[in-house]
């Protein structure tokens, strides 16, 4: 393993730099269907689950044929998808904002040797390459962050719940029987690194154990204002404390006002909050960004811990599973989740669900909570 | 064989939904057998030691990589994550894994000759694992070490025409929808727009000089595919200000059977025949459509843009002609005081190229303020809220106008300002007593 050079000059590292170049230009890349057509797009259809068509002024057709991928991806599959998108698609191929692979064609003819190719490529797990779907009134592809594969702040992991939860809804990701779209999300942490806070369903990775200090290495790991500044509920102060006759500057934390946001260790590596009991899976629902009929809403705590049970997380999956099921049977045709549960009243959502209402379900953080509350005497027994 | 067991791992290998283990296990073995012959200048096993990583996170049921390091390219202070793993003795390959955040394209449209190139350049200096795509928008590469930080941007830069996107206090890598490449909804090009703003703020995304990320994203129509309004500071969303166009003929089709509603997106069920009435004109959120005979009228003046009946007719409807954005302020995800939803700041602004009123007057300005009184880690939303939204608008040197808010406030605790009050606010205690005795 010799170092190869890439011409970079350490001892000159401003020698021929190239900087502030930006990403390149989006129509380097359009197949030429798209380059022509371009703002001149007429109309567009599902022709079957993960197909669609959109018509251009020209008369122009593209076909389009949407894949589900996990995110987590190797170079390996990323050069499986250019060989397919060579043989079928003039060597292009673009990625939705949910992680699914679009494999477009200019021609009908040439749809149905796609989908063949596709439907015929699985992994030696026996799990498939390239499913077809994602389209409609169906679940489309989780959006998810890293987890426990490359995060150092997660309270699950998020390819696993991910992909157990995709291969439970796996119909659905393939049928339009939905009412509307079922968007669903993960974020293994509050951070969020995605927008899980307006998802239909949204999996959620929650800590609940207050962080523990690394007092021997505190003051010398982390700027100590900056860790009380990050609380926000103040639950942290300055402290000295006794480490091996030592005095050390540290903290404390009273752990009645924390409500295990992580933003401490965040800002402080000597506050760890993980815990393999301590964390697990909040399941919100009820959210949504589109302006569709109604405003973008935010999601909702339905669930307030799920254990993480790796590998397969059967009750983060079967408990979405019955959400949906419960959502797919009784709301209308274009309602999305949200809209169902205001219509039919949470009460009636968590009896259809066959959830368990618990206290934890109950908003208590600041100002805003008090207008989540129910003050009018209409409520359905 | 495989470096590492990995019996709990292996339990996602089944089912049919694209196994990341299984994908992670045929580069490991890609990369123990080498038949490319590439000159690895990472760990050849590094993704042995992934997986190996990854099982122990399984059994114990918490993260194995420690918190980040201070690792980048020289002059940037973002697009690369330092990561080490917390137990570098049994997973050598993997004790430095650092991230780079890529740049994507606009519509994340690629060729595969490009694709090809970057897989090269990744398996060579790389673990050959990446992200298609991160959260924000960009390529994520997942893994190198430090000394090939510099060989990639490099060679990115040099060979590839591609820079790296944003991390930490900056401008994180800006987003858009498919927009008018592919979709008839995109009001505005997502893509010029996204791509502009892009390379005007360059120095904003590679030197973190901001309170705390600043996230730019672009939906094309209201329907929000790359959800602008959830997760974006500055939210731009296409909209339009004449009429609907309608197209009589189309909508006797839908009424009659012969096309499908929603473009067919509800094929899976039987939802009984189309009612137009029912499906469209009763779920106007403003109830301003109506079947006058065989004509489809709204009254367009009424309208929200709330998308449902384009998107129900597609063939029938069509957006207006008088296009631009409306641009919304303050979204962002829980950390730290709850989540909150962009703000409607802008209701209409024209996109026209080289976008001066978008960068002059509304981002410009939002910026100085934010970073003249925005607190170290507050989002913009968060010094919204705690400025109030009166601030903002003077920042922008805007008229106030109800369609900023969703009503106005029930309380009159107004914060009278001086100049506001006939006479100002010193008057004389012993003028008041000749009239009131004490």
């Known amino acids: ?381 | 064989m495989a470096k590492h067991e990995t019996p709990m791992l292996d339990q996602l290998e089944s089912g049919p939904w694209p196994s990341f283990v299984s994908d992670l296990k045929q580069e490991a073995e890609k990369r123990a057998k080498n038949a490319a012959g590439v000159e690895f200048q990472i760990p050849q096993d590094a993704v042995e030691d992934l997986l190996g990583v990854l099982e122990l996170s399984y059994k114990h049921g918490r993260t194995h990589w420690k918190h980040g390091g201070i690792v980048g390219v020289f002059g940037y202070g973002g697009g690369v994550i330092g990561r080490y793993c917390d137990q570098p003795q049994m997973f050598p390959g993997v004790a430095h894994f650092h991230t780079l955040r890529i740049n994507q394209p606009g519509g994340k449209f690629y060729t595969t000759k490009y694709l090809r190139e970057l897989c090269d350049l990744w398996d060579f200096r790389g673990s050959g694992i990446t992200n298609m795509h991160g959260s924000t928008g960009d390529i994520i590469f997942l893994g190198t070490t430090t000394p090939q930080l510099e060989e990639i941007f490099y060679e990115l830069t040099h060979k590839y025409n591609q820079d790296l996107g944003g991390s930490g206090s900056n401008l994180r890598t800006p987003a858009d929808c498919i927009g008018q490449a592919r979709c008839e909804y995109a009001c505005y090009d997502t893509q010029a727009l996204c791509y502009d703003l892009t390379n005007e703020y360059q120095d904003e995304l590679h030197r973190p000089a901001f309170p705390y990320k600043f996230k730019f994203k672009f939906d094309g129509c209201p329907n929000c595919c790359v959800a602008s309004i959830a997760r974006s500071d500055l939210s731009f969303i296409g909209t339009w200000k004449d009429d609907i166009k309608i197209d009589q003929a189309a909508v006797q089709a839908y009424i009659g059977g012969e096309i499908a509603p929603n473009a067919g997106a509800h094929s899976g069920r039987d939802w009984g025949k189309f009612d137009i009435q029912k499906e469209v004109i009763n779920l106007c959120p403003t109830g301003c459509m109506a079947m006058d005979g065989k004509t489809l009228k709204i009254n367009n003046r009424e309208c929200t843009r709330c998308m449902h009946c384009i998107n129900v007719m597609p063939r029938a409807l069509h957006i207006g002609d008088e296009r631009g954005v409306s641009i919304l302020a303050g979204a962002k995800a829980p950390i730290l005081d709850g989540a909150q939803m962009g703000t409607l700041i802008v209701p209409f602004i024209e996109v026209e190229p080289p976008y001066t009123k978008i960068k002059e007057e509304v981002i410009e300005p939002i910026w100085d303020w934010w970073m003249e009184e925005g607190k170290n880690r507050e989002r913009l939303g968060e010094l919204m809220k705690r400025q109030g939204l009166q601030k903002l608008i003077e920042v922008l040197g805007v008229d106030p106008d109800p369609r900023m808010v969703q009503e106005p406030r029930s309380n009159p605790y107004i914060f009278w300002k001086e100049d506001e009050v006939p006479g100002g606010w010193d008057r004389d205690i012993n003028e008041f007593r000749k009239y009131h005795q004490r």
């Open chain 1, 1 to 381: 393993m010799a170092f190869i050079s890439s011409g970079y000059n350490p001892e000159k590292p401003m020698e021929d730099r190239i900087t502030d170049i930006g990403p390149r230009k989006f129509d380097e890349f359009y197949p030429p269907v798209i380059a022509k057509n371009k703002g001149k797009w007429l109309y567009h259809e599902y022709l079957q689950p993960g197909v669609l068509v959109h018509v251009a002024e020209s008369g122009d057709e593209v076909y389009t044929v949407r894949c589900g991928g996990a995110r987590l991806m190797s170079t390996s599959h990323i050069r499986e998808i250019c060989e397919i998108a060579d043989k079928h698609c003039g060597g292009h191929v673009r990625w939705t904002t949910r992680n699914n692979i679009e494999f477009m064609v200019d021609n009908k003819s040439k749809v149905q040797p796609l989908l063949d190719d596709l439907a015929g490529r699985k992994f030696k797990g026996g799990s498939f390459k390239f499913p077809v779907g994602g389209t409609g009134a169906g679940v489309s592809n989780i959006v998810h962050t890293q987890g426990w594969i490359h995060c150092h702040t997660p309270a699950t992991d998020a390819s696993g719940p991910v992909k157990a939860v995709m291969d439970e809804v796996f119909a659905d990701f393939q049928s339009h029987r939905m009412p509307a779209h079922v968007r669903v999300s993960l974020a293994c942490c509050l951070n969020m690194c995605g927008a899980v806070h307006c998802s239909d369903i949204a999996i959620l990775g929650y800590h609940r154990k207050p962080p523990m200090l690394d007092h021997e290495y505190l003051d010398k790991m982390c700027e100590i204002p900056l860790a009380i500044a990050a609380c926000p509920t103040a639950a942290i102060k300055p402290a000295k404390v006794e480490i091996n006759g030592q005095k050390l500057n540290s903290v404390a934390v009273n752990n009645e006002r924390c409500m295990f946001c992580g933003n401490c260790y965040t800002m402080c590596p000597s506050m760890p909050l993980a815990d393999t009991e301590g964390d697990g899976i909040v399941i919100m629902a009820g959210g949504k960004v589109s302006n569709r009929i109604s405003a973008p809403k935010f999601s909702k705590v339905v669930v307030a811990f799920i254990p993480n049970e790796a590998p397969r997380w059967p009750r983060t999956s079967a408990t979405i599973k019955q959400i949906i099921e419960a959502y797919a049977n009784d709301a209308r045709k274009y309602e999305r989740l949200g809209e169902w549960a205001e219509r039919i009243g949470w009460e009636r959502f968590f009896e259809k669900c066959e959830l368990d209402f618990t206290h934890h379900l109950i908003d208590d953080f600041r100002d805003p909570a008090y207008y989540t509350w129910r003050q009018t005497s209409q409520f359905k027994f």
